[in-house]
């Protein structure tokens, strides 16, 4: 940063060299309040910062943008199973070393699905639903998570 003025100042932060530094801490998942401390400023400086100059704003909206994918990513992987393969050094009873590949996998979520459904398909799968019959009324429909788990493992 300059010289001319503190850590905290939000000029600094608008230079190339500050607004990559911003968007590497939302990048490595870093919340607002830890971002703030390392500015050297406080959290409700922040939020005005990102009100105020919107290359500041775009920076942590860009940088958090990587790591929610990858989020996503785990989390679908998660939801629907997976299959890795694990290496091992064995080593025989007469001091030779040889590698065993062990294929294995990682059952489907049902906690990682009702997650993802919840939120990717609140219409379909929110705790309660709405729907609205011919008479303008309104009927409550209580969707339990037991309920959800026996209707993921029944398909």
């Keep these: 940063m300059t010289k001319r003025g503190c850590k905290g100042k939000y000029h600094d932060w608008l230079t190339e060299e500050g607004l990559t530094k911003l968007e590497g801490w939302a990048r490595d998942g870093l919340t607002d309040e830890q971002i703030a401390h390392n500015i050297g400023i406080a959290v409700g400086t922040l939020y005005d910062w990102k009100n105020r100059f919107p290359e500041f704003s775009e920076a942590l909206k860009k940088g958090k943008e990587v790591i929610d994918i990858q989020v996503e990513n785990a989390l679908l992987k998660r ?14 009873a007469d001091g030779k070393k040889r590698v065993e590949r ?13 997650f993802w459904l919840k939120n990717r398909r609140p219409d379909r799968w929110r705790d309660k639903q709405e729907l609205e019959t011919t008479e303008n009324t309104k009927t409550v429909i209580v969707r339990g998570e037991d309920e959800m788990r026996k209707a993921l493992n029944e398909k």
């Design 79 to 92: 939801a629907l199973g997976y299959e890795y393969e694990e290496t091992k050094v064995m080593v025989d």
């Design 102 to 114: 062990i294929k294995k996998q990682v059952q489907p979520d049902v906690t990682a699905q009702i």
